[in-house]
């Protein structure tokens, strides 16, 4: 365990609520400093947490930069943060994106400037709160903050429907939560009856050594939740409306952040506290994010508008996530990890891309475009550049993450594996499709004629994108190597940790066998 | 000791209650000498003081265990407990009432001295383990509040509300009191310790009477805590009653049914806990359901608080279910937290109301994050801890009464109370809808923007954070309290 003197992941979480506080007494009507200031604090906030990366031990098998305090130490809550090769991949993630949003935003959003950067500070802290927390109520809590501020993004200044998709935000997310809770409490109170120990820290959980049928239990609810937050199939259906009606950054964070925390997760929660179940939940989940897959690519091969195209297209890119973390080989846990971080980035930039063209246009309907490319050739540059990342084009990074999750799907199941790699072929066809439709051919709208291309705002913030884009793509053993550790770990962990249990099992149907024969050796 | 003689010296163990006494019998006076905003003032400031002093005196008390006027009446940690409550509430009810009732033409000597007898008859009730007092206090306390009630004279709505609470309200003193009668008539003894001992040398016991009795106890304060089904009353009595005392109401009414409620069942009836709990399962769950799924269409917002009140009355009852002693405490500090988030609604509830008409419409909350934001902000504050949204105490309060729950695996009554906080969800959303995504609709009413709705609505959004966030202090108390039953 590297011990810091400085608690840098305390300081990562708070630092963004701290300027938050700050900004709710800067006056509303300087709305010029409170961009720069909050454009400051997220540039802070990623400077202070780019060290993370390169102090990271590539070689530790524990959490690392932990920080523990008790909080509650009777009731076995401790304030717990730590993080290990995922998470710190994903806060990465988070406050780069949260830069990035802070840039997309500097002339979206022209009302309620101040509410709006107070809303995007407390959100940062949530999600790198729920990325470091270790103990289940601390995350808990910190899983149920994100809700409030991307509920009031959506809500606020979101499209026309926004209040229905933000109120339906709202209560699937609540809905699937509050069954994780009882799932949590049912656990804590099953560890103490078993060791006496009060305690709600995962990594003393993942010892509990928990009888089948509560296991299944308790991994449904936790699933749920999780799953209706990735979202996987049958559990999608806020998705396409929260991201159509969002603002721009509200997609961008919301596709590229948030929706990783429900596959998080799984790979932190739901899996290893409960692997026995997890595994014999493989053929589901695996056939649920197969489904997820093709009918995600289906529907958003049919879509007319570019932002519901595109979230119809998250719940695609996440069933290659759910299936690569379903696999469990390290192909498809490291193909799936990886790709939670292309998504963020591709689909990050690609709602970023139609959050530019519609603040020229003001529509993001499919029709209303064609022949963009001509007026505005930077921009078509771009779009396409991040159009290839996300259909997996060998060279970016969506490539690397795709196939190894396709590699480890075929290894532990070919039928899967067979029926996931028809989604690439989908995926090819309906982005293309929608690109061919917007850029190419002529322009056959008097208003598309005369369109701006990009200002250097604008190129600064999708240059970073696809920087990141060929990066991943080229050299994604910088990244490989920080979770290889972990992910190792990880599987080995779950693998001993589920024959454990199938011994177990047998041993609890062994004597019953024995016992039944000696029954019928008696009758005879 | 012969039984008629009461030492003196007995009497410093119930200050508080004599200070109340003293000063309300003051106020009385004032209120018969002088009228007029100047009288309605000084009996406000007043009552505030008094009630200060009061709780200086109970605070004084705590940690002290005894017995006093011959078992009747016991000062004990967790009736110490319960008095400070009531005396927080009636502190920031007085605050609020002091512009409130002024703006209303109800302030005056009689209100503050109405307030501070309901405040004894809570005390009176909460403080007893005989079933005589706990009766009279219960008495002491509703009577007071029918006449609240009933304040808005000129106002039908609050009229009928006075008059519905009041004939309600007696039958369900008559059930209460005759549950007492059938259990004396059962075993002769009406001191709830005393009945414990009984039933613990008299196991296994059972007689038709005492069950019948014990059912009516169950009717009594089910309908003081506003448990589904005897909870017709409360949308109507809560809706036509003047504001503050829809908050008196609410919070302190209810907090002292549950304290005298779980006082005599967990002292006394623990042995029977299977009998009893499978009815109070079926309400609870009914309480929750009924109350959030009619809260869900309401239009008004001072109903919707109403029935969100009954639902929370079904959150306390699923710990209450479990008859778990020791973790009684998650009822104490759920009702600690429930009373400040609702003061603290009904404070903007009130600033928000027009003078004269007690009704508050969804609508006129509209817009209200644009035209007054601290407003707004304090609201979405209340809201969201009514919602059991982290890190606000009511999360604190339903993650531990749930978890009381899934502790004596009733894990599908946790279920249930989860989802139907998640159906909870939903409306308190809605009004924090109102009040940031819609435009303000119509001509936006005046709001009553005065210092003291201010520094009410801070001290309960300081409750609620401090009770979330570092819940453990309150824990301690509250578990401190309810050592009286182990």
């Known amino acids: 365990m590297t011990v810091m003197s400085v608690p840098i992941l305390s300081f990562l979480i708070y630092f963004p609520l701290l300027g938050a506080v700050i900004l709710l007494f800067a006056n509303r009507r300087n709305s010029l400093f409170i961009k720069v200031f909050t454009l400051v604090i997220s540039l802070v906030e990623l400077a202070a947490s780019i060290p993370l990366f390169f102090k990271f031990d590539d070689a530790a098998k524990t959490m690392q930069f932990v920080e523990k305090a008790d909080w509650f130490p009777e009731w076995g809550i401790s304030y717990l943060l730590g993080i ?18 802070v840039l997309c935003s500097w002339k979206a959003i022209e009302e309620r400037v101040k509410e709006y950067y107070i809303t995007f500070l407390f959100l940062e802290t949530a999600m790198i709160g729920t990325l470091c ?27 026309p429907r926004r209040i229905y998709a933000a109120i339906k935000f709202f209560l699937f997310t609540m809905a699937g939560s ?15 009856n078993a060791t006496g120990i009060y305690t709600f820290s995962v990594l003393e959980l993942y010892k509990a050594s928990i009888p089948i049928v509560k296991q299944y239990w308790l991994f449904g609810a936790f699933a749920l939740s999780f799953a209706i937050k990735v979202p996987m199939f049958p559990v999608h259906t806020w ?33 290893p506290l409960f692997p026995a179940a997890a595994i014999d939940a493989v053929p589901l989940m695996s056939v649920l994010a197969v489904i997820g897959i093709i009918y995600g690519a289906i529907v958003s091969m049919m879509q007319p508008d570019l932002k519901r195209l595109i979230a119809f297209s998250s719940v695609s890119h996440l069933g290659y996530v759910m299936l690569g973390i379903f696999a469990f080989n390290m192909q498809g846990v490291q193909g799936g990890i990886y790709q939670m971080l292309n998504h963020g980035i591709s689909t990050g930039g690609l709602f970023l891309i139609v959050g530019m063209i519609y603040e020229r246009r003001h529509t993001r309907m499919i029709s209303d475009f064609g022949g963009i ?43 899967y594996g067979t029926l996931a790699t028809t989604g690439v072929i989908l995926g090819a066809v309906y982005m293309l499709w929608m690109f061919q439709r917007v850029m190419f051919g002529v322009v056959t709208r008097e208003e598309n004629k005369n369109l701006k291309d990009l200002g250097g705002r604008e190129i600064l913030i999708l240059v970073s994108m696809v920087f990141f884009i060929v990066l991943m793509g080229v050299y994604p053993k910088m990244f490989f190597k920080k979770m290889d550790t972990t992910v190792v770990e990880y599987l080995a962990f779950v693998k001993s940790k589920s024959a454990q249990y199938r011994v177990l099992e047998q041993n609890t149907v062994a004597p019953r066998v024995a016992r039944e024969d000696a029954n019928t050796n008696l009758t005879r | 000791m012969d039984a008629s003689i009461i030492p003196a010296c007995e009497f410093r163990w119930i200050m508080p209650e004599i200070m109340l006494t003293g000063w309300a019998l003051l106020l009385l006076i004032i209120g018969g000498l002088t009228k007029g905003p100047v009288a309605s003032k000084i009996s406000g400031v007043l009552c505030v003081v008094g009630s200060i002093f009061a709780l200086f005196f109970t605070l004084n008390l705590w940690g002290t265990n005894l017995d006093v006027f011959n078992q009747l009446y016991s000062i004990d940690s967790y009736g110490t407990f319960f008095k400070v409550l009531f005396l927080c509430i009636l502190i920031l009810v007085s605050i609020v009432s002091l512009r409130y009732a002024d703006r209303e033409g109800i302030g005056s000597g009689e209100y503050y001295a109405l307030l501070m007898f309901g405040v004894l008859g809570m005390m009176v009730m909460t403080s007893s383990h005989h079933f005589i007092t706990i009766f009279i206090g219960l008495e002491v306390m509703s009577l007071s509040i029918y006449v609240l009630c009933g304040l808005l004279r000129g106002n039908a709505t609050s009229v009928e509300a006075s008059l519905k609470y009041f004939l309600l309200g007696a039958f369900a003193t008559a059930f209460l009191l005759y549950g007492m009668a059938m259990i004396y008539g059962s075993t002769g003894i009406l001191d709830v310790v005393e009945l414990k001992k009984y039933f613990l040398l008299k196991q296994p016991f059972s007689a038709t009477m005492f069950v019948i009795g014990l059912g009516f106890l169950i009717v009594g ?10 909870h017709m009353w409360t949308p109507d009595v809560y809706q036509g009653a003047p504001t503050s005392i829809t908050a008196y109401m609410a919070t302190g009414v209810k907090a002292a049914a549950f304290g005298a409620l779980i006082r005599v069942f967990f002292t006394a009836f623990i042995p029977f806990q299977f009998g009893w709990s499978e009815i109070i399962w079926v309400l609870a769950v009914l309480t929750m359901c009924v109350g959030n799924i009619t809260a869900l269409v309401q239009q008004d917002v001072k109903r919707m608080l109403a029935y969100s009140s009954i639902a929370h009355a079904g959150y306390i009852l699923v710990a209450f279910i479990t008859a778990d002693r020791a973790l009684a405490s998650s009822m104490l500090y759920y009702l600690m937290a429930y009373s400040f988030m609702n003061i603290g609604a009904f404070t903007v509830v009130i600033a928000l109301e027009k003078k004269g008409d007690n009704n508050s419409d969804i609508d006129s909350f509209a817009g209200l994050g644009v035209r007054h934001p601290f407003y707004a902000l304090c609201m979405s504050i209340f809201l969201l801890s009514l919602a059991g949204v982290p890190p606000l105490a009511g999360f604190m309060g339903k993650f531990y009464v749930f978890s009381t729950a899934v502790k004596a695996q009733y894990y599908w009554l946790a279920v249930i109370g989860f989802l139907n906080s998640a159906v909870a969800a939903y409306y308190y959303l809605r009004v924090m809808m109102y ?25 309960c959004i300081w409750a609620l954070l401090h009770m979330g966030i570092f819940p453990k202090t309150f824990l301690t108390i509250a578990q401190k309290a309810v050592g009286i039953f182990s």
Not at chain 1, 84 to 101: N, R
Not at chain 1, 135 to 158: N, S
Not at chain 1, 378 to 404: D, H, K, R, Y
Not at chain 2, 221 to 230: D, R
């Open chain 2, 435 to 459: 009040m940031y995504f819609k435009e303000t609709i119509g001509e936006p009413g005046t709001i009553d923007k005065a210092p003291q709705y201010g520094l009410v609505m801070v001290i």
């Open chain 1, 239 to 271: 998705l396409p409306d929260a991201h159509t009606e969002a603002p721009t950054a509200g997609s961008v964070i919301l596709a590229g952040v948030l929706l990783k925390m429900g596959t998080y997760g799984f790979i932190r929660f739901a899996i």
């Open chain 2, 221 to 230: 304060f089910g309908f003081k805590i506003a448990s589904v089904p005897f």
């Open chain 1, 84 to 101: 290990d090769g995922i998470s710190l991949l994903l806060v990465l993630l988070t406050t780069f994106l949260t830069v990035i949003c």
């Open chain 1, 373 to 415: 490319a001509k007026v505005m050739p930077i921009f078509a540059v771009f779009f396409m550049i991040i159009t290839l990342s996300s259909i997996a084009l060998p060279g970016t990074n969506g490539f690397v993450g795709e196939f190894l999750i396709l590699l480890g799907a075929f290894k532990s199941n070919v039928v």
């Open chain 1, 133 to 159: 927390a270790l103990d289940l109520v601390l995350f808990y809590v910190f899983w149920e903050l994100m809700l409030i501020p991307m509920y009031l993004l959506i809500g606020v200044w979101g499209g």
């Open chain 1, 178 to 192: 509050v069954l994780m809770l009882v799932a949590i409490l049912t656990l804590y109170f099953y560890y103490y």
